[in-house]
């Protein structure tokens, strides 16, 4: 595990998920898309370099790495205010010749789209269907997080356990009731600027092929 410095200047820096999506044979440095939080991406770039080869979204384009879902060979991309399309069409040209699909997906009442859904098993999302739009996610298996938890739609998925906010406990059952094993944790001080469980990591195997 590598921890970054803190960097006080840059108060969203902790966000760290927002900067970068890494996949297995390569990461791309994003362009957030509030001009404030575009310096956090230097001292990730410097610390993924050593992994993988680099990409690095460029103007006019804008990416959030919170707005990016990878599912296996699909990477659905949330179209917010921060992620816009000609952000999505520089993934597209550097994914799809290698063997990706990139699918945008719009959003409704979230900021980002992993607000929305991640995934939970390899097949497998958790979704808030008032958030997102299902028919992005043909062909996926789907639970829905109880109504009464709308916030309860970001998991974080490291090998075969979900890292999962402490206070959506009927969302949590829904997952367990499916097979999905569960660790809880306390994130409501995260919540009070909608972070997560994702939003503080970027999660990767250390060789190539990993992701």
């Given at each position: 595990?590598?921890?970054?410095?803190?960097?006080?200047?840059?108060?969203?820096?902790?966000?760290?998920?927002?900067?970068?999506?890494?996949?297995?044979?390569?990461?791309?440095?994003?362009?957030?898309?509030?001009?404030?939080?575009?310096?956090?991406t230097e001292s990730v770039a410097a610390a993924l370099?050593?992994?993988?080869?680099?990409?690095?979204?460029?103007?006019?384009?804008?990416?959030?790495?919170?707005?990016?879902?990878?599912?296996?060979?699909?990477?659905?991309?949330?179209?917010?205010?921060?992620?816009?399309?000609?952000?999505?069409?520089?993934?597209?040209?550097?994914?799809?010749?290698?063997?990706?699909?990139?699918?945008?997906?719009?959003?409704?009442?979230?900021?980002?789209?992993?607000?929305?859904?991640?995934?939970?098993?390899?097949?497998?999302?958790?979704?808030n269907p008032a958030w997102v739009d299902g028919p992005?996610?043909?062909?996926?298996?789907?639970?829905?997080?109880?109504?009464?938890?709308?916030?309860?739609?970001?998991?974080?998925?490291?090998?075969?356990?979900?890292?999962?906010?402490?206070?959506?406990?009927?969302?949590?059952?829904?997952?367990?009731?499916?097979?999905?094993?569960?660790?809880?944790?306390?994130?409501?001080?995260?919540?009070?600027?909608?972070?997560?469980?994702?939003?503080?990591?970027?999660?990767?195997?250390?060789?190539?092929?990993?992701?």
């Amino acid at each position: 595990m590598t921890s970054l410095p803190p960097e006080p200047a840059l108060p969203d820096s902790v966000f760290v998920e927002d900067t970068a999506i890494v996949l297995g044979e390569l990461a791309v440095i994003t362009r957030p898309g509030a001009a404030s939080r575009r310096s956090e991406t230097e001292s990730v770039a410097a610390a993924l370099a050593p992994w993988r080869p680099l990409f690095h979204v460029v103007p006019p384009g804008t990416v959030d790495g919170g707005d990016v879902l990878v599912a296996g060979r699909r990477i659905f991309v949330g179209r917010s205010l921060r992620s816009d399309e000609a952000g999505c069409g520089q993934l597209r040209d550097w994914l799809v010749p290698r063997g990706y699909a990139v699918v945008a997906v719009a959003l409704h009442g979230c900021l980002h789209l992993k607000s929305a859904v991640t995934a939970v098993a390899d097949d497998l999302l958790l979704v808030n269907p008032a958030w997102v739009d299902g028919p992005a996610f043909a062909g996926m298996r789907i639970i829905e997080v109880d109504p009464a938890e709308p916030h309860a739609a970001n998991a974080l998925r490291i090998g075969d356990k979900v890292v999962f906010p402490a206070a959506f406990e009927r969302t949590r059952h829904r997952l367990e009731r499916a097979g999905i094993g569960t660790v809880t944790v306390d994130v409501s001080e995260l919540a009070k600027a909608e972070g997560a469980v994702t939003c503080c990591s970027l999660v990767f195997e250390a060789g190539p092929g990993g992701g």
